[in-house]
């Protein structure tokens, strides 16, 4: 049972360089959010795919974009990172709006 | 927009002990209300789902209620272990998933 997978686990940048966060599941979900989680701040939605073909802001969404490439996949690109994006990401699934949401492991990402 | 509070922000208490968790919404229009486990460095581990039509869910020793009129909803651990130390979040769900700052939980053998 895979759930919900995030590559990579660590990532080191330097500032102004550009990534992306890729994750995936396969549990048929239509829901996907991307997170971050700061000590002091809990998790704070960046951006969030009600299902496919749809993308929205949350609450922190600049500095990010976010593809929705199938009904699998959601990644979240850094174009130019900043220190200020150091942090842990984290991808959550769910079947539908009102259902069970499930999170991948993270990624820890450092700007330097 | 919605805003998720936990109090408190750390609890520490012997093992055995009962212990409730607090949780308060100021948007009581959510699907449902869910409650997470999280270790130190770790992902999220989902313990309890309540639905918006729901008043409590239980799962072993852990049972959780919601009062959408009040925005309030509580996280109940029975018999205390140190295993259960962790950090508690809980989150409200509209089309989007608001999550509180977290309970830190330290359970004393």
């Known amino acids: 049972n895979a759930g919900v997978t995030q590559t990579p686990k660590f990532q080191v940048l330097k500032t102004g360089q550009s990534m992306t966060l890729q994750c995936a599941q396969d549990?048929?979900?239509?829901?996907m959010y991307w997170y971050r989680q700061d000590p002091g701040m809990g998790l704070r939605l960046i951006y969030y795919?009600?299902?496919?073909?749809?993308?929205d802001k949350g609450e922190v969404p600049n500095g990010y974009n976010v593809s929705r490439l199938n009904k699998r996949e959601f990644s979240l690109r850094l174009e130019s990172a900043a220190p200020s994006q150091t942090s842990v990401y984290f991808c959550?699934?769910?079947?539908?709006?009102?259902?069970?949401?499930?999170f991948g492991q993270g990624t820890r990402l450092t700007v330097v | 927009k919605q805003e998720v509070t936990q109090i408190p922000a750390a609890l520490s208490v012997p093992e055995g002990e009962n212990l409730v968790l607090n949780c308060s919404f100021t948007?009581?229009?959510?699907?449902?209300l869910q409650w997470f486990r999280q270790d130190p460095g770790k992902g999220l581990t989902s313990l309890l789902l309540?639905?918006?039509?729901?008043r409590e869910q239980t799962s072993g020793r852990l049972n959780a209620s919601l009062d959408k009129s009040s925005g309030r909803s509580t996280l109940y651990i029975a018999a205390s272990q140190p295993g259960d130390s962790a950090t508690y979040l809980c989150?409200?769900?509209?089309?989007?998933?608001?999550f509180g700052k977290g309970t830190r939980l330290h359970i004393l053998p």
């Open positions: 959550a699934s769910s079947p539908q709006l009102n259902t069970e949401a499930f």
């Open positions: 549990m048929n979900h239509n829901s």
């Open positions: 309540i639905q918006s039509s729901q």
């Open positions: 989150a409200g769900r509209d089309d989007k998933i608001i």
């Open positions: 948007d009581s229009a959510i699907y449902n």
């Open positions: 795919s009600a299902s496919e073909g749809t993308t």
